[in-house]
């Protein structure tokens, strides 16, 4: 029995172990090498509850070790990001893997076997400089700037940061684009377990706990490298764009160390107010486009596009650094909601993770009908939280809309898809109607006209 025992538990130590190691890359290379794209794991689901407990982990020693207070709407909204860049990859995932696999199977130059540890190790490195490329390009063009902004739009550097993706980018999949050329070589399931390792690295070094790792941070990109990629100080712009290397910044030269005793503040140099995650998403868009408008020939319409996001008649491709900055002087932007209003959100996007994973598992058993209704019940539930958060004069009526519209679909036993409760989905709607009509906007100002 005791023997039986510790074969549990040196079990269970082993599969902790295993899932921390994803978000470090350290990862067997004989146990994540498969033959097809069927066997091809969800590295991602698997390591969820382990960046769960490291955020929690975070926040406990900022709030109680360093004085620093969750910005908990920042923290919201960098998490409903994260959830509708996940849930729009998967609608498009199925085209993305095919498009990989066709030139693979079809126009490959030469195929490395899947199971070798070499070929394991290739992929690992050639696709980091697939997605410096992409991360690099997503700096330097305009309009993929305009995609990419709302990672770099969170005034605060956490762990929850690393979920604050851009929509566009999964429903894209813009960064796999930048992988194509490795299906002339490289099997389609080493290439998708690699873009997930690749990801998941990227998870931990969203953090100010983390310092310099010494010589390891001559190859390995590091929390104090990223921190600088994210500072809006002059010297951090256009720094550091490698994964998990650091190898592709220091020989393309792009390369930045964090400037020790010098503060890094963190956002757009151009720093949006509001937690509006629809908007975060797309308000950089209207930027070009005004900037386009007043272009005085065609060529200039163009580089409004498809130059850098800095650039201005009469500058380079780039723009000029030395406009911007040293270090920007500025609030951070925060929302002043009762707790009561911050437990109902937080409720709120319970329900939104739910339906997410249920829409992950199930994806292929679901008709399009109840595809399209939980995805738009997860956008507009993401929507209203942000104007909840930025206390909106429409963030009541819109989570009314909401809730009595979803509660009609929850209990209908035919369109009942979740694996929560309908009963309970419904009474979570109605306790947020409650909250938000008292807490809302709209009844101050009826207050005040009378």
Not at 94 to 112: E, G, P
Not at 160 to 173: S, Y
Not at 389 to 400: K, R
């Amino acid at each position: 029995m005791e023997e039986t025992d510790n074969i549990t538990l040196g079990t269970a130590v082993q599969d902790v172990a295993e899932g921390f190691g994803l978000l470090f890359y350290l990862v067997d290379p004989r146990k994540s090498s498969f033959s097809s794209i069927e066997h091809c794991p969800d590295y991602v689901s698997q390591a969820i509850p382990y960046m769960a407990g490291l955020i929690a982990i975070e926040g406990v020693i900022n709030h109680f070790m360093r004085g620093k207070k969750q910005n908990l709407a920042d923290s919201v909204t960098n998490i409903s990001s994260g959830l509708l860049m996940t849930l729009g990859g998967l609608l498009t995932r199925f085209a993305m893997i095919s498009t990989y696999n066709y030139i693979h199977i079809h126009h490959h130059i030469m195929v490395l076997p899947w199971s070798s540890p070499l070929t394991w190790v290739v992929t690992a490195v050639l696709l980091d400089l697939g997605y410096y490329c992409f991360h690099r390009a997503s700096h330097e063009v305009g309009l993929l700037w305009a995609v990419h902004q709302v990672h770099h739009s969170s005034q605060e550097f956490n762990l929850t940061t690393a979920f604050r993706q851009p929509i566009l980018e999964g429903v894209g999949w813009l960064t796999h684009l930048f992988y194509l050329p490795l299906a002339f070589f490289i099997p389609t399931s080493q290439m998708l377990v690699h873009s997930e390792f690749n990801f998941l690295y990227q998870f931990l070094i969203h953090t100010e706990l983390l310092g310099d790792l010494g010589p390891l941070g001559c190859v390995l990109n590091t929390a104090s490298h990223h921190r600088v990629h994210h500072g809006a100080n002059r010297y951090c712009l256009d720094k550091n764009y490698g994964g998990w290397l650091s190898v592709w910044d220091r020989f393309f030269g792009t390369f930045q160390e964090e400037r020790i005793g010098e503060e890094i503040v963190y956002g757009l140099v151009d720093q949006p107010q509001f937690f509006n995650v629809i908007k975060h998403q797309l308000f950089y868009f209207s930027i070009i486009k005004d900037k386009a408008v007043k272009a005085n020939s065609r060529t200039d319409w163009f580089k409004a596009w498809f130059y850098g996001p800095g650039w201005f008649p009469g500058l380079t491709r780039l723009g000029d650094n030395n406009l911007v900055e040293e270090k920007p002087n500025r609030p951070t932007y925060g929302s002043n909601v009762s707790k009561l209003n911050h437990i109902n959100i937080i409720l709120q996007i319970l329900t939104v993770i739910i339906v997410h994973d249920d829409v992950s598992r199930m994806l292929h058993e679901m008709s399009i009908y109840n595809v399209f209704s939980l995805t738009t019940f997860v956008v507009w539930t993401a929507y209203s939280i942000g104007l909840q958060y930025d206390q909106s004069s429409h963030a009541f009526p819109v989570e009314l809309a909401r809730c009595l519209i979803f509660s009609v679909f929850w209990m209908s036993s035919s369109t009942n898809v979740s694996s929560e409760p309908s009963v309970l989905f419904t009474l979570s709607m109605a306790t947020s109607v409650l909250v938000n009509a008292y807490n809302s906007p709209n009844k101050h100002l009826l207050r005040e006209k009378s």
